[in-house]
């Protein structure tokens, strides 16, 4: 454990990544973990407006985290403690504002409609790259690889490059569920990339006729009427399920 831990995390210097990839993945449950707490009317928070009126959203401490954190990596040595400090801070930063990525986006407080879901999808994004940088099968800053070993990291390292193009056609076919859940299973972005895409779509308007977009819409209606309610209940799951109109 201590040899690989050395091979893949210190050596190749993935450990800042690492650090900032469980205050990402810590922030975000905890803030998801109070923010329905509030919601709920229980726990220390549930007071969390002041007599003046003002609330203020986390992205704000978010924001002066990740900037704290990204100064402090500009101004410290790699491998110092201060180093491992900003990436924590950029990490829980970044987590803290992403989470309120809709209300930013929107400039309304969306948090709780159907639309505060992007928010989520945002956390799910940015954490599906910080996994695939931290896969560890590149064959890059490793010393003293042998020629079995540098085979399989290139293979893995190709078949990853396979799911990102794979997630990017699901992307342009309109499936935008369909790529963040094959960020963490492959084989969805290949069922999402060789099926029909969605008839509104970029990949639709500029490769389909008439006749293909008309299936491609019947295709994409009797998968929502099977499929539709069970994303919702997984998202409903993950960031809430949605208690205000959207504006």
Known sequence: MSDWWDRNIVEPGKLPL???LAAFVVTFVVTRTITRMIRAGIGPFKDNVSSSGLHVHHAVPGLLALVTGAFVSLGTDAGSTWHAV???LIGAGTSLVLDEFAMILRLQDVYWSDEGRVSVEMISLALACLLFTMVGVAPFGIDRMGSQELAT?????GATLVS??????????????LALFGAFLPFVAWWG??????????WARRRYGDARRAEAAQRAA????R???VLDRLSDLVAGKPS???P
């Open 227 to 229: 499929w539709a309610p």
């Open 222 to 225: 009797r998968f929502d009427a």
């Open 18 to 20: 690492l650090l900032s």
């Open 153 to 157: 990291r290139t293979g893995a390292l």
């Open 86 to 88: 900003a990436a924590v």
């Open 244 to 246: 205000l109109p959207d």
């Open 164 to 177: 990102l193009v794979l997630i990017v056609v699901c992307v342009l076919k309109g499936k935008p569920r």
């Open 193 to 202: 990339a060789i099926r029909l895409a969605r008839p509104t779509s970029p």
